[in-house]
């Protein structure tokens, strides 16, 4: 009996050091993940300066639902188009993803942007989702009546919205590597918009608040990235150990143990 205890104690012994050399080592490769992480999260501070932009977009979008002057020059812009009124397509809705078509084009073609595919799809289709949360449910409550009275979703301008977030993607992907190349995503964005108006289907005050939005959810996006990232990472990590790393007792020779199963 004293040699099975000895011997059950040696084993016992034998797995609390494996174990704990096993834990120093995932807690300095835990080190070692987290550090660039949070210099990333460091780097992504939400800079206030570029809000004020979209901020103003959407203030000008607000004001003109309420404001007189600003309501005729909403009126007096219709009216000039109508005035000049070229045929009119239904390009726009395309045009309003093109840039987030032009940084996949490009990435494909060699021209790396600031993220990979993984990284990139995901603040773009959470840019999209948020955008979407602010410009959906406001249309509802506004009731705003757009200028072809076709229906009461008028304010604010989705497809100026998707097309201004998706320029501000390209923007953000490509300013730290070649600037110029980074702004050419804002033709598209602009002519979406302007096209909303020449189609009779927006004021301008709906256009620019669109682009407000849009501008404010990729800048948003790129802000909670690291933190969204963060998340992912941990999630994926903990299923990994999970399904890797088994603690088992076993019975071998008249010797109780516990044994612990690693794979790599």
């Not at 045929?87 to 078509?101: E, S």
């Not at 249309?139 to 919205?161: I, M, Q, W």
């Not at 501008?215 to 299923?239: A, C, H």
């Amino acid at each position: 009996m004293v040699k099975f205890l000895q011997k059950t104690l040696i084993y016992v012994i034998a797995f609390n050091s494996f174990y704990c050399s096993i834990s120093a080592q995932s807690i300095n490769d835990s080190t070692t993940i987290q550090a660039p992480l949070q210099d990333s999260i460091v780097k992504n501070k939400l800079n206030y300066k570029s809000l004020i932009i979209p901020g103003a977009l959407i203030a000008y979008g607000v004001a003109g639902l309420t404001m007189n002057n600003l309501k005729q020059l909403n009126l007096s812009t219709r009216t000039e188009i109508n005035e000049h009124q070229p045929a009119r397509i239904n390009l726009d809705n395309y045009t309003q993803y093109a840039p987030a078509v032009m940084v996949y084009g490009l990435n494909a073609m060699g021209i790396k942007g600031k993220h990979n595919l993984r990284d990139r799809t995901i603040i773009y289709v959470s840019s999209q989702l948020i955008s979407a949360a602010f410009t959906m449910p406001l249309k509802y409550l506004v009731k705003e009546e757009r200028p072809d009275r076709s229906n009461t979703l008028s304010f604010p301008s989705g497809h100026s919205a998707t097309a201004f977030s998706s320029a501000q993607f390209m923007f953000r992907e490509y300013k730290d590597t070649n600037f110029w190349l980074s702004l050419s995503g804002y033709p598209f964005a602009i002519f979406t918009g302007v096209y909303r108006m020449l189609n009779d289907k927006h004021w301008l005050g709906d256009v620019a608040a669109g682009a407000g939005f849009g501008i404010l959810s990729t800048q948003l996006v790129y802000w909670l990235f690291p933190k969204i990232d963060s998340m992912l990472r941990g999630k994926n990590k903990e299923k990994k150990l999970l399904s890797s790393t088994m603690v088992m007792p076993f019975y071998q020779n008249k010797i109780v143990g516990i044994g612990l199963v690693k794979s790599f």
